[in-house]
């Protein structure tokens, strides 16, 4: 693989750290499954102080960028074109119900436009990453979109509302993990991923990853960064895709 920049092992390492108390946290929420109170207020401050640590550790390296965060929101710095985009943990109800699919996603956004991204998985321990015109990676391989010519033999992943409206005209799922989603459209594990009215910090770093591993996304700088509908899939059955999708 080509070398990581600078920018990109800032990012790996404030995942690294970040993710102990994920890891450390999720096992305690298994346990708070049968407790009367429940576990949601625990996972809420998980989010909160797994996004502390990502915001402390990215400006530790870089104390000038800006940040655009799902608990925070935005937080302009001096640098206001160089924007840290964070969900710490996308896929929180997955966390809240002791379902082990979830993950951190950052995405480094230069001038209007997505140069670096990753999406680390805690439990798998899975890392996607990519940087803009250097490929996409996982754990350290280049990957690939798929190559499926035949819509019938791929697999594709929405929100409960796409479900409801295109099965059973595609094969579909809904893990509850947008950055996930668009992870495994980027190694191939799914042939497309489409999303109405979604977060810009569930979507930044997958949608690098998905373009960076040769597959197609649609453009959403159009949208606002809290109501994006996005489209993502490989190369070969993107136009295919978006023929099921006219109505949604």
């Known amino acids: 693989m080509n070398s990581i920049s600078p920018n990109l092992n800032i990012m790996i390492k404030a995942c690294e750290k970040a993710s102990k108390i994920i890891i450390r946290d999720f096992g ?7 407790a009367k109170k ?19 550790e990215l400006t530790r390296a870089k104390k000038n ?16 074109d160089k924007i840290w985009i964070i ?29 670096s991204a990753l999406i680390f998985d805690p439990i798998k321990n899975e890392i996607f990453f990519a940087e803009k015109n250097n490929g996409a990676y996982f754990n ?21 509302e796409g479900l409801k409206i295109i099965y059973p005209s595609l094969n579909m799922r809904n893990s509850g993990c947008a950055a996930l989603d668009l992870a495994y459209v980027g190694t191939g594990r799914l042939d497309g991923f489409f ?15 998905v ?13 606002d960064d809290n109501s994006i509908d996005v489209r993502a899939a490989s190369s070969t059955i993107y136009a295919k895709m978006m023929e099921k999708l006219v109505n949604f």
Request: glycine share 6%; with cysteine; aromatic share 6%.
């Open 38 to 56: 429940g576990p949601r207020d625990f996972v809420t401050k998980t989010d909160k102080r797994v996004e502390e640590i990502l915001v402390e």
């Open 87 to 115: 969900d710490p943990i996308d896929g929180t109800t997955n966390f809240l119900h002791g379902i082990p699919h979830f993950a951190i996603s950052i995405a480094l956004k230069i001038d209007d436009e997505i140069k």
């Open 140 to 160: 350290n391989h280049r990957m690939r979109v798929s190559n499926k010519r035949d819509i019938e033999d791929c697999l594709f992943s929405s929100s409960p």
């Open 211 to 223: 373009s960076e591993a040769g597959g197609t996304t649609n453009d959403i700088t159009k949208y």
């Open 28 to 34: 305690e929420v298994e346990n708070l499954q049968v």
């Open 195 to 209: 999303h109405n009215k979604i977060n810009l910090w569930d979507i930044a770093a997958g949608l690098l990853i």
């Open 65 to 80: 960028y800006s940040f655009l965060t799902e608990e925070t929101g935005k937080i302009d710095n001096n640098d206001k």
